[in-house]
């Protein structure tokens, strides 16, 4: 099976139960499923719907997403599914659902007929068919859900379970399988819930210029452009149009939901900053790649001096969302790596068309591993400094041979 795109928390079987003559019974594979680990996406006050955002100064609650990646595998020969289930039951009543949807990243049009079950409750479900004159295909998707969390809880606990209906074509019966067992999770809320208020009144012009300062650790990456202010305005758009569509591409390479990440844009330069609790070594790979495969198919038809190169630079850290943009050390440091001298003196030497710094420690913890066993991504180590920010810091940098 291929790379699911996200980590596997589980792999299950989907057994349909045979009843045998005499006593009992016996349960036999017909296809499976596999479970991704449950990741917390942050709120954002225009996440909330309506009536829950007219709810939410009533206090005590906090609200946070949740994503539950699945994969549905082939089913066995001559069987295929007519219907799948995913449910999710949490240990703690007070916890509830508020809003389910479901999205498949590779796809969206194969999705199929969605409905949901458990609003308002601590057990919920996602029941997938095919649309009308359409088939329930294998695949990856990913269940989200809002939920409302009294304030000061910490973590969830709960069980995941998946269940279908697959055809047999042959004998023209459904044939309903499910796993043995549900999955039991746990799932830490550190920092992602979007709090709710009781103000006495109106807030001030205080409150309302700055917001509760809400952070995640996410992965930051910021892109610039080689030789940009020396480009005519009809090629600064050119490049930056090169830029948006490059990234675009490569962001679409990892499966990460593109509303799940915080975009900035900065004419020549532009600033993402990814959904907390990624697999961060697939991401980096993924997107990497991508990346450098799209810069290299932009280039192919122009002139040298009319090509897009970019410096890439990546760091981790606490992210928080602010009034302008993004803020937090991650992000400072990724656009220092960025802009140092040494960044711009490996894409001046490089044959190619880009150059990806990222900082020590996410280095060691995630790119290292991305790459392991890659001649073609090698990294050395050197020293970032930008001297009139008082930046010095030990980094590591990719510079393609060719």
């Given at each position: 099976m291929t790379d699911p795109g996200y980590a596997v928390e589980a792999r299950v079987d989907l057994v349909a139960e045979e009843t045998l003559q005499g006593a009992g019974t016996r349960f036999t594979r017909e296809a499976g499923a596999v479970l991704g680990?449950?990741?917390v996406v942050a709120v954002r006050p225009g996440d909330l719907p309506p009536e829950v955002a007219a709810a939410r100064a009533a206090g005590g609650w906090s609200y946070t997403q949740v994503l539950f990646p699945f994969d549905l595998e082939e089913a066995a020969p001559g069987l295929g599914y007519v219907e799948a289930v995913f449910e999710v039951a949490l240990d703690d009543g007070d916890v509830v659902a508020r809003q389910l949807t479901a999205v498949r990243y590779d796809d969206p049009e194969a999705l199929g007929t969605l409905t949901t079950f458990g609003d308002g409750r601590g057990d919920f479900r996602w029941r997938i068919r095919p649309a009308p004159g359409a088939s329930l295909v294998e695949g990856s998707r990913v269940a989200r859900v809002l939920l409302e969390v009294p304030q000061g809880t910490t973590s969830l606990t709960g069980t995941i379970g998946v269940s279908a209906r697959l055809a047999d074509t042959e004998l023209g019966v459904d044939v309903p399988v499910t796993t043995r067992e549900p999955v039991p999770f746990v799932l830490s809320l550190p920092d992602d819930t979007f709090p709710a208020v009781s103000p006495p009144g109106p807030p001030g012009p205080a409150a309302r210029e700055a917001p509760a300062r809400r952070g995640a650790r996410r992965m930051c990456v910021t892109v610039d452009v080689e030789g940009y202010s020396k480009r005519d305005a009809a090629?600064?758009?050119?490049?930056?149009?090169?830029?948006v569509r490059v990234l675009d591409l490569a962001l679409s390479a990892t499966q990460v939901a593109p509303g799940e990440c915080g975009r900035q844009e900065q004419g020549d330069g532009h600033l993402i900053v990814m959904p907390p609790g990624i697999d961060e070594p697939r991401v980096i790979r993924r997107f990497l790649r991508e990346l450098a495969s799209e810069l290299?198919?932009?280039?192919r038809h122009v002139r040298p001096e009319y090509a897009v190169r970019v410096r890439i630079a990546l760091d981790e850290d606490m992210v928080y969302p602010e009034v302008n943009g993004f803020g937090g050390d991650g992000v400072v440091?990724?656009?220092?790596?960025?802009d140092c001298a040494e960044a711009k003196a490996a894409l001046a030497g490089a044959p190619g068309h880009h150059i990806v710094i990222v900082s020590e420690g996410l280095y060691l913890s995630s790119v290292k591993t991305a790459f392991a066993g890659d001649p073609g991504w090698r990294f050395e180590r050197t020293v970032a400094r930008v001297p009139?920010?008082?930046f010095s810091e030990p980094c590591w940098i990719h510079a393609p041979v060719s």
């Open positions: 680990r449950p990741m090629e600064q758009g050119r490049v930056q149009a090169v830029l290299a198919e932009a280039n440091r990724a656009h220092r790596l960025r009139d920010k008082d």
